[in-house]
């Protein structure tokens, strides 16, 4: 098993930045590539970015892309999302999860275990 924990959500003004952090505990995920998906009310949970195993290789969602990094510190088993120049339609609840893969990986059904999210909130 492995726990997922999110935090560093917030309230921002438009133009804003914020970063996530995701600690996981249980079962190591160093192995893995890690990802975060964000959900706005009423939407579908959608793909931002993930992570390889090594950090080596990222992938990004074109919405977030050039705005938001993605990045990850093995030794503490904690996942970042460096968000920058938050937009309004940044607004959702942010999960972040763990891969069945060692390569980057942008769909849901390649993940196997996620977090309870943490809500991030972007005003304009």
């Known amino acids: 098993q492995v726990q997922l924990v999110e935090s560093g959500g917030g309230l921002v003004q438009a133009g804003g930045s914020l970063r996530l952090s995701c600690a996981a505990s249980?079962?190591?995920?160093?192995?893995?590539?890690m990802g975060w998906f964000r959900q706005a009310p009423e939407k579908e949970r959608q793909f931002v970015a993930c992570?390889?195993?090594?950090?080596?290789?990222?992938a990004y969602a074109d919405s977030v892309k050039g705005r938001f990094t993605i990045s990850r510190d093995n030794a503490k088993n904690t996942l970042y999302l460096q968000m920058n120049s938050l937009q309004p339609e940044d607004t959702a609840l942010y999960f972040c999860?763990?891969?069945?893969?060692?390569?980057?990986?942008?769909?849901?059904?390649?993940?196997?275990?996620w977090g309870q999210g943490t809500q991030v909130t972007v005003s304009s």
């Open positions: 992570i390889n195993w090594s950090g080596g290789r990222t």
């Open positions: 999860a763990k891969s069945v893969k060692i390569t980057v990986a942008t769909t849901m059904s390649e993940y196997d275990f």
């Open positions: 249980g079962r190591t995920t160093s192995s893995t590539s």
